[in-house]
Nanobody
């Protein structure tokens, strides 16, 4: 059974940094991608970033490009999202989710997702 566990959320001041972690279990191969998407209040979900577990190819939404960095540690089955220069508009619940590929993740074609972690950027 596939399971995703997120950690690392919290409250941070504008300009600050946080690192989210997503640990996956239950996969029998590395032919998948993990993506992060976020949802704030009643807004629609927004894709943030995704990474291929097999080849490390990455995608970033324009809103976070240059500020967020996604990486993977295959030995730990964990994907990280390093978030720097955080802005109040980054405030949202962040979810990690799996998809067959980075392209599928961009299209929100998720198979499994975690419970979400709250990020609040406020002074």
């Amino acid at each position: 059974q596939v399971q995703l566990v997120e950690s690392g959320g919290g409250l941070v001041q504008p300009g600050g940094s946080l690192r989210l972690s997503c640990t996956a279990s239950g996969f029998t191969s590395d032919s998948y991608a993990i993506g992060w998407f976020r949802q704030a209040g009643g807004n629609e979900r927004e894709g943030v970033s995704s990474i291929s577990i097999s080849d490390g190819s990455r995608y970033y939404a324009n809103a976070v490009k240059g500020r967020f960095t996604i990486s993977r540690d295959n030995a730990k089955n964990t994907v990280y999202l390093q978030m720097n220069s955080l802005k109040p508009e980054d405030t949202a619940v962040y979810y990690c989710a799996t998809a067959p590929s980075v392209v599928a993740a961009i299209r929100y074609e998720y198979d499994y997702w975690g419970q979400g972690t709250q990020i609040t950027v406020s002074s």
